[in-house]
């Protein structure tokens, strides 16, 4: 029975597995689809105060316990990314928080697609330069956007760059 036991739970493991990965594959081909470049990739299991610190905003709503516990719960993939109007356009492209009426007004969305519930709507998105800046702060704290501005900002908007397929990111080079 033991070892039965442990068989069905690998299984079930590579199962979610499995789907999350296509989940993660349909998000990233989006991504790139849509003109984005991503000059940070970073998976990682966020730590409690991070996922706290993060969602400090929502500490008086009812679901907050709720996100934080998910948001724990095991690895996230964190990506800044670039290009003109960023924000707005990973907005629309996420649809709106609530999944279910997302699934009816806009169908092709990130979240409609992925996400199970509205605290587990696949997918999260700044929504204002400051946010970006106090949420890249706490999820991926070595980055500096000023000096990323000085040195490969520019060699992104001239074209300078290569998209590295196996971590998933755009890297600087020189011609």
Same mark, same amino acid.
């Given at each position: 029975?033991?070892?039965? *036991? *442990?068989?069905? %739970? @690998?299984?079930? /493991?590579? @199962?979610?597995? $499995?789907?999350?990965?296509?989940?993660? =594959?349909?998000? *990233? *081909?989006?991504?790139?689809?849509? $003109? +984005?470049?991503?000059?940070?990739?970073?998976?990682?299991? !966020?730590?409690?105060?991070?996922?706290?610190?993060?969602? @400090?905003?929502?500490?008086?709503?009812?679901?907050? =316990?709720?996100?934080?516990?998910?948001?724990?719960?095991?690895?996230?993939?964190?990506? !800044?990314?670039?290009?003109?109007?960023? !924000? #707005?356009?990973?907005?629309?492209?996420?649809?709106?928080?609530?999944? /279910?009426?997302?699934?009816? #007004? %806009?169908?092709?969305?990130?979240?409609?697609?992925?996400?199970?519930?509205?605290?587990?709507?696949?997918?999260?998105? @700044?929504?204002?330069?400051?946010?970006?800046?106090?949420?890249? #702060?706490? !999820?991926?704290?070595? +980055?500096?956007?000023?000096?990323?501005?000085?040195?490969?900002?520019?060699?992104?908007?001239?074209?300078?760059?290569?998209?590295?397929?196996?971590? +998933?990111?755009?890297?600087?080079?020189?011609?």
């Amino acid at each position: 029975m033991s070892n039965r *036991r *442990r068989k069905i %739970n @690998s299984d079930a /493991f590579w @199962s979610e597995h $499995g789907l999350l990965l296509l989940w993660v =594959n349909d998000i *990233r *081909r989006t991504i790139l689809d849509n $003109g +984005f470049y991503v000059v940070r990739s970073k998976r990682q299991t !966020i730590k409690l105060e991070q996922a706290k610190q993060f969602y @400090s905003e929502h500490k008086t709503k009812f679901f907050y =316990n709720r996100l934080i516990t998910f948001m724990t719960s095991g690895p996230s993939e964190a990506y !800044i990314l670039a290009r003109e109007d960023a !924000i #707005s356009v990973w907005r629309h492209l996420m649809g709106p928080t609530k999944v /279910f009426q997302c699934q009816l #007004s %806009n169908p092709d969305s990130i979240r409609a697609k992925h996400g199970l519930t509205d605290t587990r709507n696949a997918t999260h998105g @700044s929504d204002s330069d400051e946010s970006v800046r106090q949420e890249v #702060s706490i !999820i991926v704290p070595q +980055f500096c956007f000023e000096h990323w501005k000085q040195t490969e900002e520019p060699m992104f908007r001239n074209g300078k760059v290569q998209f590295n397929d196996q971590q +998933f990111i755009h890297v600087t080079h020189k011609s």
